[in-house]
């Protein structure tokens, strides 16, 4: 039994020192937010009033650095919760001491850095330019981006002063990487904000849409043609169909097999004035299938039987 009461003893006086520290401490705390300090802050500024029809041409610095007396709770707040200093801009320097003591409000102010800003405006202006996508995309293998790439809005309407202005002739987006990409994107992409506080935007992001597909090889017979030939003219190609093999999109590979419009073309005007017995084909292809890397062979072909007319 005497165990047990040595042992609540010692418990209650661990929690009379507890409290007595605590206590301490708070009292401590208490006396020293009461005491006067002399302390060096950096204050935000902000700009609240502009003339009208001007626009900022440049801004004023993003801190001001203040030295201020005053009670600890008044400056423990100020390091928290820093005030912003507030410039209104009518021309000429502006008095950063003057905005800083507005801002400041019972503190001591012993001095600030700088002392004095310009702000310069022009007047204001709107522009329409394209945007620019700043987008790379890291494909899995086999796997292409189909064009054209799509954004909306294509094109962004730009506000400020007119001399920022007239050197702008397109706006980025935030550069994207995007990896591993093995389907179609559809994604939002933030504007460049490289000129925030000059410049303001109609919108701050757009969509951007790009066809991704796997692409797959694909081997077939096509005829070659000779397009453009005038009435009452026959000629002979040899050979007149080719083996083509080409890279197609996975989804158009049945088309691509099937289609009487993927062709090899020889121009007539190419034979009319040619003088070797040789034309080179090219190949043709419908907009509604995207063929890569075509290859065939022969690349040349020769000619013959052409009819005579009095315009060859």
Same mark, same amino acid.
């Given at each position: 039994?005497?165990?047990?009461?040595?042992?609540?003893?010692?418990?209650?006086? &661990?929690?009379?020192?507890?409290?007595?520290? #605590?206590?301490?401490?708070?009292?401590?705390?208490?006396?020293?937010?009461?005491?006067?300090? +002399?302390?060096?802050?950096?204050?935000?500024?902000?700009?609240?009033?502009?003339? =009208?029809?001007?626009?900022? +041409?440049?801004? $004023?610095?993003?801190?001001?650095?203040?030295?201020?007396?005053? @009670?600890?709770?008044?400056? *423990?707040?100020?390091?928290?919760?820093? /005030?912003? *200093?507030?410039?209104?801009?009518?021309?000429?320097?502006?008095?950063?001491?003057?905005?800083?003591?507005?801002?400041?409000?019972?503190?001591?102010?012993?001095?600030?850095? $700088?002392?004095?800003?310009?702000?310069?405006?022009?007047?204001?202006?709107?522009?329409?330019?394209?945007?620019? /996508?700043?987008?790379?995309?890291?494909?899995?293998?086999?796997?292409?981006?189909?064009?054209?790439?799509?954004?909306?809005?294509?094109?962004?309407?730009?506000?400020?002063?007119?001399? *920022?202005?007239?050197?702008?002739?397109?706006?980025?987006?935030?550069?994207?990487?995007? &990896?591993?990409?093995?389907?179609?994107?559809?994604?939002?992409?933030?504007?460049?904000?490289?000129?925030?506080?000059? *410049?303001?935007?109609?919108?701050?992001?757009?969509?951007?849409?790009?066809?991704?597909?796997?692409?797959?090889?694909?081997?077939?017979?096509?005829?070659?043609?000779?397009? &453009?030939?005038?009435?009452?003219?026959?000629?002979?190609? =040899?050979?007149?169909?080719?083996?083509?093999?080409?890279?197609?999109?996975?989804?158009?590979?049945?088309?691509?097999? @099937?289609?009487?419009?993927?062709? #090899? @073309?020889?121009?007539?005007?190419?034979?009319?004035?040619?003088?070797?017995?040789?034309?080179?084909?090219?190949?043709?292809?419908? $907009?509604? #299938?995207?063929?890569?890397? $075509?290859?065939?062979?022969?690349?040349?072909?020769?000619?013959?039987?052409?009819?005579?007319?009095?315009?060859?």
């Amino acid at each position: 039994m005497r165990g047990v009461g040595r042992d609540h003893d010692d418990r209650y006086r &661990g929690w009379v020192i507890t409290f007595c520290v #605590l206590t301490s401490c708070l009292l401590w705390f208490i006396f020293s937010l009461q005491e006067t300090y +002399t302390r060096v802050l950096d204050l935000p500024t902000e700009v609240t009033s502009i003339p =009208d029809g001007m626009a900022l +041409t440049t801004l $004023p610095p993003e801190r001001v650095q203040v030295q201020v007396v005053g @009670e600890g709770v008044q400056l *423990i707040r100020y390091y928290y919760n820093p /005030p912003r *200093i507030s410039f209104r801009v009518d021309g000429g320097a502006l008095d950063v001491q003057a905005a800083a003591r507005e801002a400041l409000g019972n503190v001591i102010l012993q001095s600030v850095s $700088p002392r004095t800003v310009e702000i310069t405006t022009g007047p204001t202006q709107w522009k329409r330019v394209r945007v620019q /996508p700043h987008v790379e995309m890291q494909l899995k293998p086999g796997h292409r981006v189909i064009p054209p790439v799509r954004i909306r809005p294509d094109s962004v309407t730009l506000i400020g002063a007119r001399s *920022i202005l007239e050197g702008i002739r397109f706006w980025p987006t935030e550069r994207r990487t995007l &990896g591993g990409v093995d389907d179609s994107v559809s994604t939002m992409i933030p504007l460049r904000d490289s000129l925030a506080g000059l *410049i303001q935007f109609d919108t701050r992001e757009i969509a951007y849409f790009a066809n991704v597909q796997e692409f797959t090889q694909a081997v077939r017979m096509v005829d070659v043609r000779v397009t &453009g030939m005038p009435p009452g003219r026959q000629i002979s190609l =040899d050979p007149s169909r080719i083996e083509l093999t080409y890279q197609i999109p996975i989804s158009q590979f049945d088309a691509a097999q @099937e289609s009487d419009e993927l062709f #090899l @073309e020889v121009p007539w005007a190419a034979v009319r004035d040619d003088d070797s017995g040789m034309v080179f084909p090219a190949l043709r292809t419908p $907009p509604y #299938l995207y063929v890569l890397q $075509p290859r065939w062979s022969p690349s040349s072909l020769r000619y013959y039987d052409v009819l005579a007319d009095e315009d060859f």
